[in-house]
């Protein structure tokens, strides 16, 4: 059983990345594999609409998006990190979320059954906006999404900073407990 953790801001070694790495860690001391993939440095174009994946299960764009496709496809659960910019998820786990959604919508729902939900940083404001806007993509996809101790969410600005939230570390830490235990009970 494996879940990957996306990590959808561009700059590495930030705080999305170490509250994933947190979540990870709660993950895989319950057993299961683990695997964060960023998104950072990568080339991830936003869906065209050229209905390409409606005749089959591919993207007419050609840049770093398909081979993480098909990790998403491999794993149990998936997490979405973000960070907030301008009150909302970043362009680039967007532009993943639009075309891997669409790819899976049209080719089976084959993200149907799994676990998922997001995790998301900001300095101040728009975490709740963007921790719903995560979980949309989750629900129309048909993942389970379980729950923590509060939403997902968590704060900082500069690199490092999100390791001083204490409880936006312990609930990313919970939701990973409760993302094990699901993801055991749906494979069962
Ligand atoms: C372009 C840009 C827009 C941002 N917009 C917001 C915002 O709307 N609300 C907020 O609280 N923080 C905002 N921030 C701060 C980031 O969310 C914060 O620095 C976060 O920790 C970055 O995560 P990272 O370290 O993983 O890159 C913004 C940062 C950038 C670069």
């Keep these: 059983m494996k879940v990957i953790a996306i990590v959808g801001s561009p700059r590495k070694n930030g705080n999305t990345e170490?509250?994933?790495?947190?979540?990870?860690?709660?993950?895989?001391?319950?057993?299961l594999n683990t695997e964060l993939i960023h998104l950072a440095g990568l080339e991830i174009k936003p869906c065209n609409a050229c209905m390409v994946?409606?005749?089959e299960e591919k993207c007419s764009i050609e840049d770093d998006l398909f081979p993480i496709y098909l990790k998403m496809k491999e794993a149990d659960g998936i997490?979405?990190?973000?960070?907030?910019?301008?009150?909302?998820?970043?362009?680039?786990?967007?532009?993943?979320?639009?075309?891997?959604?669409?790819?899976?919508?049209?080719?089976?729902?084959?993200?149907?059954?799994?676990?998922?939900?997001?995790?998301?940083?900001?300095r101040r404001a728009g975490q709740n906006f963007t921790f719903a806007q995560l979980t949309l993509w989750f629900q129309i996809l048909g993942f389970f999404v379980p729950g923590s101790t509060y939403w997902n969410v968590a704060r900082g600005l500069e690199k490092g900073e999100v390791l001083r939230d204490e409880e936006g570390l312990k609930t990313a830490w919970n939701f990973g407990k409760n993302m094990a235990f699901l993801i055991k009970k749906v494979r069962s």
């Design 53 to 55: 994946c409606q005749k």
């Design 18 to 31: 170490l509250l994933a790495t947190h979540t990870l860690k709660a993950i895989a001391e319950e057993g």
């Design 79 to 122: 997490i979405l990190a973000s960070p907030v910019y301008f009150g909302s998820a970043t362009s680039l786990i967007k532009a993943l979320m639009e075309r891997a959604g669409y790819m899976a919508r049209l080719n089976g729902e084959p993200f149907q059954g799994k676990v998922g939900g997001p995790l998301v940083v900001a």
